[in-house]
Structures are given as C-alpha cells and as structure tokens.
C-alpha cells in the first residue's frame, strides 16, 4: 500500500508539472513602483496593455514607511519574476528602484516625473537643484504621516485628469511617513543599469527642471510629455511607449 501511494503521489505531481503553463523567461517581467499619495492601481492601464501582449507585469504596493522598508516590498516583487526585470517607478518610486535596480535581474530602469537620487542624497537635498515647488503646503500630518489634501491634489498633483479621478486619487491616496524625506539613497543602480525618463512638463509636484537635471545626469533616454505629476493616469499611451522602448533597448544588448 505504501509502494502505491507514493506512486499516486509521484503520478499526481507528474500531471500538475504537465498541465501547469510555461513561463515565458524570454520576456521581460515589468515590475511598476508607485510613489507618495498613490497605490499600485495608478498603473492599471498600462499593467493591462502590457499583459494584453503577453508580458508578465507586478505592481507593488508600498507601505511608504522608509525607504529600506520599500526597497524590500519591491525587491520581494523581483524574486517572483521567472527573469530579466525592468523596473518602472513614479515619484518616491524613483528613490525605490535606484536602490532595488542593483538587483542582477534587474536589467533596466524607467522613471515617469520621478526622483533620481545620487549617493547619499534625500528629497530634500536632491530637491535643491531646482527651483522648490508649492507641494508642501498642502501636506496633512496625521499620527507622523503626510497625507496630500483635496485642494493639494486637485492643485499641485492631478491638475490634468477628471474630477472623478482626482476625486479616487484623494480617497485612496498613500500617505508619507514623515521620516522618508530624510532618507539617504545608497548607490545608484543608474550608474550600471540603462535607464529611460519621463519630464513631466507641466509637473507642480517635482519641478520640471530638476527632473531634467537628474535626467541628463543618468544620460537617461528621455522624453518630455506636456503633463500634470501623474503622467500614467493622463498619459498612460506615452508611458507605454517609453516602456516599450526600454524593452527594445534591453532585448538589444
């Protein structure tokens, strides 16, 4: 009887490994990372236009309690993926995949309107080398968060989508540990991995030049699109495009 159970038990194991789906490994996995006031549900136009043509994307959700601590959720994203990642991040997701991009599967990196840190740097001190916009002032505190008012979101973060999204993105917002602004960036995986940039033009949240200055820092591949802090909700076909580009760009090499 114990001969025929494991035999049962080798043959059931045998029919799930059959039945089970490949893992396409040839392509790349997306993983996106979101920023401050924002959940991984900001990407869904894009997660679904990738899916639709058979690449496998994650979308972390970040508790946005530290750095380190959003290093991790994302770096737990990338041991999921078969194989080569690229990593997408917006905003403070730009300080989160500088430091997971050191990752070896990680084999390119796209920031949209996103902090791109250099060694030892923080929001603020990365801030000063452009002009300092009004975000702060209508930041929330909250039991040692930052939450993002209505007036803040409407104003400063998502000028350029509907009322019904600014409306979603204010009832879902992820707020800030007041602590992540002093956090310091490690080394930058920038500096070993390519990476592509998204200016947001139009952007009142991080200034428009101060992404330019941290875009041609990296020698990013970069692209501007007349746009509010939020390019992947009112311009989620540019988004597309860059990370189309950036798998064109990896597959290269």
Not at 105 to 119: H, N
Not at 208 to 223: G, H, Q, V
Request: aromatic share 10%; glycine share 8%.
């Amino acid at each position: 009887m114990t001969r025929l159970k494991n035999y049962s038990i080798f043959f059931f194991a045998l029919l799930i490994t059959l039945g089970a789906p490949a893992q396409d490994t040839t392509k790349p996995t997306i993983i996106f990372v979101h920023g401050i006031w924002a959940d991984g549900s900001c990407w869904n136009d894009d997660i679904a236009a990738l899916q639709s043509k058979g690449y496998k994307v994650i979308s972390v959700q970040n508790p946005i309690t530290s750095l380190a601590e959003d290093v991790a959720t994302t770096k737990r994203a990338i041991d999921l993926a078969p194989g080569k990642v690229i990593l997408v991040g917006h905003s403070w997701g730009g300080f989160v995949i500088t430091q997971a991009g050191n990752d070896p599967k990680v084999v390119g990196l796209v920031y949209i309107a996103a902090f791109a840190p250099d060694f030892g740097e923080s929001v603020p001190t990365l801030s000063a080398n452009a002009p300092q916009t009004e975000l702060g002032k209508y930041f929330v505190p909250s039991g040692g968060f930052f939450f993002l008012s209505d007036a803040g979101v409407k104003t400063v973060f998502a000028a350029d989508v509907s009322a019904k999204q600014q409306a979603l993105i204010y009832a879902t917002e992820t707020p800030a540990s007041q602590t992540v602004f002093g956090d310091k960036s490690g080394e930058p995986a920038w500096k070993t991995k390519p990476s592509w940039y998204i200016v947001a033009k139009s952007d009142k949240a991080i200034h428009p030049d101060l992404e330019r200055f941290m875009s041609k820092r990296m020698k990013a591949t970069t692209i501007e699109v007349e746009s509010s802090h939020v390019v992947m909700l009112s311009h989620p076909k540019e988004v597309l495009k860059i990370v189309e580009d950036a798998i064109a760009g990896v597959n290269k090499k």
